[in-house]
């Protein structure tokens, strides 16, 4: 007897993203890191992008979209704004809020054996209820800014296509 999950790899969800800066010094040093990120449009190299709160990352495409959306981001708001000392060491954090990452998301059944855990996905299908407590993976934290209708589609197309490969015992 064990637990298990009901698992949605590479779903689009809206989520707030972090990266440590290189720039040690001041906050003025670490604005003039983000505008040459910005202008190279060159935000991955040398960097670890995090989705905020989740220890390895969340993230599963470091896409051209994705550069654009945070460029697009970074562009509309004060650079200065965006950027927070770390609290602990002489390192400079951007953080870029509600922006769409394509990331696999999870959520814990209430079964105890394979057999039930199948039933209980395929009862959340066909209800189209997927109210279940959804986390990104291996996140500490909620992650998710927002569980909306899109979303929700995207996780049911995901079940319809292949039910019991969406269902995983937890480790």
């Given at each position: 007897m064990g637990k298990f999950k009901l698992k949605a790899?590479?779903?689009h969800v809206h989520a707030n993203l972090e990266v440590r800066l290189k720039?040690?010094?001041t906050k003025e040093e670490?604005?003039?890191e983000v505008e040459r990120m910005v202008d190279k449009k060159?935000?991955?190299s040398g960097y670890e992008w995090k989705i905020e709160g989740c220890e390895d990352g969340g993230i599963n495409n470091f896409d051209i979209r994705l550069t654009e959306d945070i460029?697009?981001?970074i562009s509309q708001e004060e650079t200065d704004e965006n950027i927070f000392w770390d609290g602990f060491t002489a390192h400079y954090d951007l953080n870029v809020s509600h922006i769409?990452?394509?990331s696999?998301?999870?959520a814990l059944l209430k079964a105890t054996s394979l057999e039930d855990a199948i039933t209980e996905v395929k009862h959340l299908y066909a209800e189209k209820n997927l109210d279940c407590e959804w986390q990104i993976e291996n996140c500490d934290e909620d992650g998710i800014n927002e569980f909306n209708e899109t979303l929700k589609n995207e996780i049911l197309e995901l079940i319809g296509k292949d039910l019991e490969a969406c269902i995983e015992e937890c480790a």
């Open positions: 790899r590479n779903v720039s040690r010094t670490a604005n003039k060159d935000l991955f460029v697009e981001r769409l990452v394509n696999n998301l999870e």
